[in-house]
């Protein structure tokens, strides 16, 4: 389903919710896509369990060296720290603005569409995230419902969401589909 295409995974240096980001990329890699490690910087990041450190993965490329023209899609795992700071780098927040831009399909779970909201991104798109976040994203201009994966079209690209490790078979199987399209 996902043969010749290339999936960016855009994540900090540290803070994402380890679940978040291998569950989305055993997905992608078994629809047959090649998923990239994409970050602010170099070397390795280290995921997070809730608070707790977890394992270290290799950074595939930073947004400095990579485009959002170098693929066909982009997922953004959550975890509180990550897309907090993701959102105060200008050159991820512009990375996560050209898939837009370019018509790319994006998936984010949890607390990753407070990246979107600094992008953004998420005017007048139907949307869901880690409860916390509702005000946040109707502030922004998103209508904010309470469902496990949310697929929406009504904008330049497909967009999907969804709130918490809880529902990431719903988001994996809703991702890899519109991936796939």
Known sequence: MLQDKTIAFLVAPEGVEQVELTEPWKAVKQAGGTPKLI??????????????????????????????????????PGGVANPDFLRTDPKAVRFVQDFFQGGKPVAAICHAPWTLIEADAVRDR????????????????????????????????????????????????????????
């Open 39 to 76: 970050s602010t910087e170099p070397g390795q990041i280290k995921a997070f369990n809730h608070l707790d450190k977890a394992d270290t993965f290799a950074v595939d490329g930073t947004v400095e060296e990579v485009s959002a023209a170098d693929f066909d899609g982009l997922v953004l």
């Open 126 to 181: 139907q949307m869901t995230s880690w409860p916390s976040l509702q005000t946040d994203l109707r502030n922004a201009g998103a209508n904010w419902v309470d469902e496990e994966v949310v697929v929406c079209d009504a904008g330049p690209n497909k967009l999907v969401t969804s709130r918490k490790p809880d529902d990431l078979k719903a988001f994996c199987q809703a991702t890899v589909e519109v991936l796939g399209d």
